[in-house]
């Protein structure tokens, strides 16, 4: 199966200065953000239409891209989510015959602009080095003054709230409402693999715009809170950290992953910080250190929890660690039944060896009871 293309040249500009000169792919026009990268060998189109990459321009990082095509199903949220895409090579032809549609054609329908025939693993090289920054990718402009003025245009991601904007507007419901187990959802950019894991271990889910007050979420009548994923900077979202301590102080079964991590921490005063280059692919090293073990975990995120907050915290334990640069991965709070994870054990795409961590949720729910 085959996807009609016309190459012509397409521009990446860095904020930096760095220029890079490529072809187009999707999309036409001029699409700027965050730039980061994921070392994901497969499942870009999960890693594309996670919210929490909202306000990034992303480089995959494997040789080539679009081999399988994209499928209805294979979707985190209901659209793509990244603001641009940086390839090196493309496959214009797809072999998965369940495929609905070649990557190409995704894009374009997605309106996303893209750049390919660039030496990726140069430009990881080079963020790793130099650090996240702002980028412009363009197919229209071709002067390097017209693409300097587009980028001063893109947002900072430090200080950036996204997450109220891309939160679900109105609360909905999924799942058997006869289920044994009710769980209250706040949606700050909220993956569909991770609302599927809970309905898979029998729970009644009710999922909340992002400034949902603890009043009406007490309504539901949840046995337990889960607080998402999402994009932006957990600093600038006090609305957040308000909830989550209301939320704590019902005492009821708390779970939260990456945003939902770093908003647990600040709700105990625990700091957090914009990491140099972020932490964004399917396979990261971490060690549960309560039990010893080591599981390979998916992840995506730029913020991370600052270990001098912790150590000086009196409630606050660090349950995992990142075996690569012992970044604080996992916490719980002390005399609460309350804990989160920096990566994602949904995984999709990745491996399921964290997937654990959701039954350790609803067994929390049931003990509570």
Not at 16 to 34: C, I, N, P, R, V
């Amino acid at each position: 199966m085959t996807s009609t293309h016309t190459d012509s040249n397409a521009w990446l500009l860095l904020e930096d200065g760095s220029l890079f000169k490529g072809k187009s792919f999707g999309a036409k026009g001029t699409a700027g953000g965050e730039i980061c990268f994921n070392t994901g060998m497969t499942g870009y189109q999960e890693v594309f239409t996670d919210p929490s990459y909202t306000g990034q321009v992303l480089i995959m990082n494997n040789a080539y891209v679009g081999n399988y095509g994209v499928k209805d199903e294979d979707v985190e949220s209901d659209s793509i989510k990244i603001s641009g895409l940086i390839c090196k090579n493309i496959s214009y032809r797809y072999s998965r015959m369940t495929a609905n549609d070649s990557l190409e054609d995704y894009l374009i329908k997605n309106k996303l602009v893209a750049i390919y025939d660039v030496d990726t693993r140069a430009l990881v090289q080079h963020i790793r080095s130099k650090g996240a920054m702002n980028c412009v990718i363009s197919t229209d402009l071709q002067d390097e003054a017209s693409l300097k003025a587009a980028l001063a245009k893109v947002p900072d991601m430090a200080g950036l709230e996204l997450s109220s904007q891309i939160s679900t507007k109105t609360a909905y419901t999924l799942g058997d409402p006869n289920a044994p187990i009710r769980i209250a959802v706040m949606d700050y950019g909220v993956k569909k693999m991770i609302l599927e894991c809970m309905i898979r271990r029998n729970a009644y889910i009710k999922v909340f715009p992002a400034k949902t007050g603890i009043e009406e979420l007490k309504k539901f009548e949840p046995h337990g809170y889960f607080i998402s994923n999402g994009p932006g900077d957990p600093a600038s979202m006090d609305y957040a950290v308000t909830t989550v301590k209301d939320i704590l102080a019902t005492n009821k079964p708390f779970f939260g992953i990456c945003l939902g991590h770093q908003l647990l921490a600040r709700a105990n005063d625990i700091a957090t910080f914009k990491m140099h280059h972020g932490h964004r692919g399917l396979n990261h090293p971490v060690k549960n250190i309560i039990t010893g073990k080591s599981e390979i975990t998916t992840q995506n995120h730029g913020f991370g929890v600052d270990p001098e907050s912790i150590r000086n915290s009196k409630n606050v334990e660090v349950t995992h660690i990142n075996l690569n640069d012992g970044s604080i991965e996992g916490i719980r709070i002390k005399g609460k039944p309350a804990f989160s994870v920096q990566y994602h054990p949904e995984a999709t795409p990745g491996p399921h060896d964290s997937r654990y961590l959701f039954d350790q949720f609803i067994n929390m729910i049931i003990e509570n009871q």
